[in-house]
């Protein structure tokens, strides 16, 4: 029956990782119906050849399932059967009493012949990853098969029918997430890319998902080791391991795992959703109010994940209130940096005077690579818990306190809309006919890309300088999408240059005209060509 029904479902499913869940699933079927059905068999001999049967059986499917998820080569497969059949005739063997040989030396070859057939599957289970996840994987399941099949051989630990459903409930897990971890991960890829206007968030939403489906996976695996293979007395005797024993604090192995646990767990949780917060913005709105909303989000959820570790780790207000009484002054003074960065980062969200995605300037020098401007002036990137993240039109990604953004006066280029007016001197020379030299720049910004029809650009007479006529050309532009100031001013340049040439105006140079107040006598030596070579 339950045969059938596997074949009739794999004919309608087309992903081998789901054919791979029937078949396991299948398998467990059979363990527990073979031991149900096993209890009607009077005779001890048969009944334990019907378990043992079963138990080939189930072993079978959950070999098949591994092998159709990773599409193996012909050799696991065998290797794999043809040792399950051998543990099979042998302990049939040992039932029927035929080859009159001592039980304990069948017994042993039993899981001998068991411990070869379940091999190939470490190496096949490790392939359905990708990348250093696939070695790291690899090792820790040897390591581990190796470690328990020794024990068993060694008769340290017994397994039963609780155990061979623990195994085979493992093996649906790990399929599941091996599943998950790749093919159901490229297919999230795909669609938050699409969605996405950065394929930066969207890795990082990949990379915290995989994380987070990790940490489910390893608490799966700890319900079912601890549910079918009884080891909560390891954890009880990791409970007991005590770094900090105090009447007031008490900090064991286990609060610490545990406290890394929740950390890791919460952080991926938070970046998750702080991502699909953004994601729920259009897409019109997505880089700055999303951003920003992402930003607050982070901030106020990392205290959440403090006090969750702190409290895992059993350090509550009851422990921290008399530490911080002790050490009042010197705590003060060294966090006073740290939460002056922390509230200021609250107060730029709550504010609004800056979002992510606003240009911006800081009355702040930051050598970069050569660069030695007097002020920052980029884009912002991220409000984080400390620092906000702008990033140069050099790409240049520089980390600035968030207290400075409170303390120093901040130029927003884009806070209400993003935009602003370029002003560019132009000097002449002064027999330029200042008519032809306003029409000259004017058709050059009206035909420069970028620059914006309204409000009308315009062409200022500044000023009678020493050496030229000084033009301002005054013109509009978006500057979230011109943001490289230098380039348009570059473009400018090179256009008003070829232009005014061709119209015949003078592009002049300093010049100076010297007048000496008393008559002056010039001597010309005369040199004796003679003597001076």
Not at 96 to 113: M, P, Q, S, T
Not at 170 to 198: D, P
Not at 216 to 242: D, N, S, T
Not at 340 to 361: A, C, Q, R, T, W
Request: a positive charge.
């Amino acid at each position: 029956m339950i045969q059938v029904i596997k074949v009739l479902l794999q004919k309608r499913i087309e992903n081998r990782f789901l054919k791979a869940l029937v078949e396991s699933l299948s398998g467990i079927l059979f363990f527990v119906a073979g031991f149900s059905l096993s209890r009607l068999v009077s005779s001890h001999v048969f009944k334990f050849v019907f378990e043992d049967f079963s138990i080939l059986i189930g072993s079978v499917y959950l070999t098949r399932a591994v092998f159709i998820a990773e599409q193996a080569s012909s050799l696991p497969r065998i290797t794999t059967f043809f040792f399950l059949v051998c543990a099979f005739l042998t302990s049939t063997l040992s039932h029927l009493n035929v080859l009159k040989v001592d039980e304990n030396i069948l017994y042993f070859l039993k899981k001998f012949f068991v411990v070869l057939s379940f091999l190939p599957l470490v190496g096949t289970l490790s392939s359905l990853l990708k990348g250093t996840l696939r070695s790291v994987v690899f090792t820790a399941l040897l390591v581990f098969y190796v470690t328990v099949s020794a024990l068993w051989l060694s008769g340290f630990i017994v397994f039963d029918l609780r155990a061979l459903i623990g195994i085979a409930l493992i093996a649906v897990v790990s399929l599941f997430y091996s599943f998950v971890e790749t093919r159901g991960m490229e297919y999230v890829l795909l669609y938050f890319e699409k969605h996405f206007f950065r394929k930066r968030d969207a890795l990082v939403l990949i990379k915290n998902l995989k994380l987070f489906i990790t940490l489910l996976f390893v608490v799966a695996l700890k319900v079912i080791l601890e549910q079918f293979f009884g080891i909560e007395k390891f954890f009880k005797v990791m409970r007991g391991i005590y770094f900090i024993e105090t009447d007031l604090l008490k900090i064991s192995l286990y609060n610490v795992i545990l406290s890394v646990y929740y950390a890791f767990l919460l952080v991926s949780l938070l970046n998750i959703f702080k991502k699909l917060v953004k994601l729920y913005f259009p897409k019109e709105r997505r880089t700055i109010e999303g951003g920003s909303a992402e930003a607050l989000i982070f901030n106020i959820g990392i205290l959440f994940v403090v006090i969750v570790v702190l409290s895992s780790l059993g350090i509550t207000w009851k422990v921290l209130l008399p530490v911080a009484g002790t050490l009042g002054v010197g705590i003060g003074f060294g966090l006073q940096t740290i939460m002056n960065n922390y509230l200021s980062g609250f107060i730029l969200l709550f504010s609004k005077k800056l979002k992510i995605g606003d240009i911006v300037e800081l009355p702040i020098s930051v050598p970069t690579l050569g660069n030695r401007d007097r002020n920052v002036f980029g884009k912002i990137e991220d409000i984080g818990i400390l620092s906000t993240l702008i990033r140069t039109n050099d790409g240049v990604e520089i980390a600035i306190p968030n207290s400075s953004f409170i303390s120093s006066p901040i130029v927003n280029f884009s806070h209400h809309d993003s935009l602003v007016r370029l002003r560019i001197p132009v000097g002449v020379a002064y027999s330029s006919n200042p008519d032809t030299v306003r029409r000259v720049i004017l058709s050059v910004i009206e035909n420069m890309p970028g620059v914006l029809k309204v409000p009308r650009p315009s062409v200022w007479f500044w000023e009678l300088g020493d050496s030229a006529l000084v033009f301002v050309a005054s013109f509009w532009i978006d500057i979230r999408r011109e943001i490289k100031i230098e380039e348009v001013r570059s473009r400018f340049y090179y256009a008003v240059w070829k232009e005014l040439k061709k119209a015949g105006v003078e592009i002049p140079f300093p010049q100076n005209d010297i007048w000496f107040k008393n008559a002056l006598k010039v001597e010309i030596e005369k040199f004796n060509r003679d003597e001076d070579s």
